[in-house]
């Protein structure tokens, strides 16, 4: 079972890296930042948000994804040959749980 759930939660890990390798401008331009209702990604300002939710979009900027994820797949490294799921292994994949290749008995 932990083979499979490792299998899973790298492929999530890809999808996410690579969405978030899409989204960098990748100029050197900095982090993606809010000024009350607008976003700066760098690229554009977006604006007509809710302050909060500027604050949660720039909190996702594709930097910072990156090292979430490199972070991830060391806590990953360290677990992958567990012979049952650890609670680590669980808790990584637990963000995936209506993704329909969730794994049923993880």
């Not at 990604?41 to 007509?48: H, I, K, P, T």
């Not at 677990?79 to 993704?99: I, K, Q």
Request: negative net charge.
């Amino acid at each position: 079972m932990t083979e499979k759930l490792v299998r899973f939660i790298k492929a999530r890990l890809d999808e996410e890296a690579n969405l978030a390798r899409r989204c960098d401008s990748d100029d050197g331009c900095g982090t993606w930042t809010t000024h009350g209702h607008t976003v700066d990604f760098c690229q554009a300002d977006l604006s007509g948000f809710h302050p909060t939710i500027a604050l949660h979009v720039a909190l996702h900027d594709p930097a910072r994804i990156l090292r979430e994820i490199e972070a991830k797949r060391r806590i990953l490294a360290r677990h992958a040959r567990d012979p049952w799921p650890s609670h680590d292994l669980r808790d990584l994949a637990s963000p995936y749980t209506d993704h329909p290749d969730f794994p049923a008995r993880a």
